[in-house]
């Protein structure tokens, strides 16, 4: 199928699309519809001559801004819709083409993931609602995870709240981490093998792959779990809900607050969650700045290392998303953090792998090598459509 898919991203104010062709030479055309609902709701992105645009939404609803999406578009129509849907459960192992039912139990899934599940629901109901005609395609962050086996999936609580209740680790970023470890899988000399990958953008997260299959990741039952994030405080003592409640008297909403909105990069510097801004402060002797990128690159250490439990072989570590696609100095620590790996860092390699750039920057004598690859997770979302619909057509 060679024409294109238009791929939807659906928060709860805001909806980010790109259409991705077969023709990988043309540029994409993207944008985001945000603050909808708002007075100041806008659609900005970028045309398929690559010139940025910037309109008024004047407080669209989510169907309106699919419309004005639509209607930003040129080129060919797209022969189908994939849609990113944060939780798919236990039910679904890989994308899904979206009928009554699978709509129905996304919508019963929305228990596992009550801020985003629902969120993604609206973007599918505008999208049918304007394209009744078109193929749609759900495309799960937690199906590349479904792959992982019970000892790391299961958390060592009484098996009925898992039997019950679906309580067990599921794991997010799953197309981030299918599309760079199969792009490692092409471009290394030691295809199939044994992957540390570590995307981290704003959202954090590890993930073991072994011959292209998840076998373990560092998100659990949320995308609270794991590593230290740009808000987002990662693993705490389980312990702290309680000794907050009552120490403090907190209730569940101030702690979740705390440890989703207040805590990470941000909390532990008292300044940002952006990594540029910290690293800049840091150069200055910003205290907290210094010792958020400290506390952050030894927590992505000791995950790898951690993960790397899961792989009969380490074959080489990937570094994607905003921080590990530009942040030389972060994987610069993270690879030092790590001396027993037998690890090499390219000095010049690595300093010159940013804005975009794929390669390998480890140097001639490393043990397991060392990737960046930019991540494409509306591409990777865009090909499991395609791939849906070329294995079972309408
Ligand atoms: P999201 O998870 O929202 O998609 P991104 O993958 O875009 O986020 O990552 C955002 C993070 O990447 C921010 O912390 C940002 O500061 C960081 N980042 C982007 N460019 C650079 C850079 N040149 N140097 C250091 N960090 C960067």
């Known amino acids: 199928m060679r024409d294109p898919i238009l791929v939807i991203n659906c928060g709860s104010s805001s909806i980010k699309y790109a259409v991705v062709s077969d023709a990988p030479s043309q540029p994409r055309q993207s944008g985001l519809a945000e603050r909808l609902g708002g007075g100041d709701a806008r659609l900005k992105g970028m045309d398929a001559d690559g010139h940025e645009f910037s309109r008024p939404l004047h407080g669209a609803d989510h169907t309106e801004a699919m419309a004005a999406i639509l209607d930003a578009l040129s080129g060919p129509a797209p022969a189908a819709v994939g849609h990113r849907i944060v939780h798919g459960g236990e039910r679904f192992t ?11 139990a996304i919508e019963s899934t929305g228990a596992l993931a009550p801020l985003h599940n629902p969120a993604n629901l609206v973007g599918v109901r505008a999208t049918l609602e ?59 000399s030691r295809p199939h093998g044994g992957w540390l990958t570590a995307h981290l953008g704003n959202g954090c997260s590890t993930c073991a792959v072994w011959q292209g299959r998840s076998v373990d990741t560092s998100m659990g039952l949320t995308p609270l779990e794991g590593l230290v ?92 998303g905003g921080i590990g696609e530009n942040a030389s100095a972060v994987r610069a620590r993270v690879v030092e953090a790590l001396p027993h790996f037998g690890l090499r860092l390219s000095a010049a390699a690595n300093a010159a792998t940013v804005g975009g750039q794929e390669g390998r920057i ?18 990777q979302i865009a090909f499991e459509t395609r791939q849906l619909l070329s294995e079972a057509p309408a």
């Open 94 to 104: 890989a994308a899904t083409r979206i009928d009554p039912a699978v709509l129905r």
């Open 362 to 379: 480890d140097a001639d004598d490393s043990g397991p090598e060392l990737w960046v690859i930019p991540t494409d997770e509306e591409g």
């Open 229 to 320: 994030m740009g808000t987002r405080s990662g693993d705490v003592d389980p312990g702290l809900h309680a000794h907050l409640s009552r120490q403090l008297g907190w209730s569940l909403e101030r702690i979740d607050t705390l440890l989703n909105r207040e805590s990470g990069l941000l909390g532990l510097s008292g300044l940002s969650n952006d990594m540029r801004r910290l690293e800049q402060a840091a150069a200055e002797h910003h205290r907290g700045a210094e010792l958020a990128i400290e506390v952050f690159c030894y927590r992505i250490a000791k995950s790898l290392a951690a993960l790397s439990c899961a792989l009969p072989r380490l074959d080489g570590i990937v570094f994607t």
């Open 130 to 188: 304007l394209f009744p005609e078109l193929p749609q395609i759900a495309v799960f962050d937690t199906a590349f995870h479904q792959s992982l086996p019970p000892r790391a999936y299961r958390y060592a609580l009484p098996q009925h709240l898992y039997a019950r209740h679906g309580i067990r680790r599921y794991g997010f970023h799953g197309s981030s981490h299918a599309y760079v470890s199969e792009r490692v899988d092409h471009l290394s």
